[in-house]
Each structure stands twice: as C-alpha cells, then as structure tokens.
C-alpha cells in the first residue's frame, strides 16, 4: 500500500512518536511524505520514505496530485486546527480527494491510530482490489 504522511509543525513530534511505534507495519507499505516530516520520521526510524517537496514549497500539493490520480491507499494527516501557521497546508483540498476516491484519511492521532491496526488486520486490503496494478 501506499501511504502519506503529513504533520503540522505542532503536530510533528507526535507523527514521529507514531511512526516509531509503528515501524514494524509501516515498513511493510511504501511510505511517501511532505519534505520536513519525512525526513524527521526517516532520522527517527530508519524508514525508507519517499519525501516530496516541503509543505511550504508545495509538498502537499504533490501528494494532493498523487491522491487525484488515486496512488494513495491511506493518508495519515496530523493537523493543528488552533495554530496553523501561514503557508501550512489547507486540508480541505486533500479531504475532498480522499473523498472522491474512498481513501482513508485521519486528521488526528486516534483516528491514525485506528487505522494503522486496520491496515495491519488487512481490513484496507480492498484498495488492493481498487488498484490492483499496484
Ligand atoms: O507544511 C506542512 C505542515 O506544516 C507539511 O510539510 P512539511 O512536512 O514539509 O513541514
């Protein structure tokens, strides 16, 4: 499966606490991530991660295309809705196109959570059957 990670700057030491507590299922999946969030989880867990650009130069833009395109089988979104900084991505953009296709998506640690055991259970399997030239 492919799977993105995005983090808030606020958000970012708790995707790298996740990602660490779950390396073991994530190294089974091919990770993708914005610049600056990947390349922390990366340092922090040995994770092969693929990075696009930094959320700032366009990042989330990138995977927004990949997830248009239906490329991404599980979006693990932490945001900050109290203190976004200017220039961090709009999720509403990423929401909207996991919605168009059906991928799940968490904005939060306990829905990332859930769906992290989802994906280790095989309950997201499905999308192997959406896409399956991957
Ligand atoms: O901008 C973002 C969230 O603040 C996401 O991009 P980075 O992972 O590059 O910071």
Known sequence: ????????????????????????????????ATGTTGKLVAEATGLRIFRF???EQGGDQQIAARIACNEIDLLLFL?????????????????RLC?????????????????IHALEKGDLDWRNIVNPKR
């Not at 799977?3 to 660490?20: G, N, P, R, T, Y």
């Open 1 to 32: 499966m492919n799977i993105a990670l995005i983090a808030h700057d606020s958000k970012k030491e708790l995707m790298v606490q996740f990602c660490i507590a779950y390396s073991g299922i994530l190294s089974q999946h091919n990770i993708c």
């Open 53 to 55: 650009l930094s959320g």
């Open 79 to 95: 945001r900050d809705p109290l203190t976004m900084k200017a220039g961090e991505p709009d999720e509403a953009n990423l929401i």
């Open 99 to 115: 919605d168009v296709h059906s991928i799940p998506v968490a904005t939060n640690i306990a829905t990332a959570e859930a769906l």
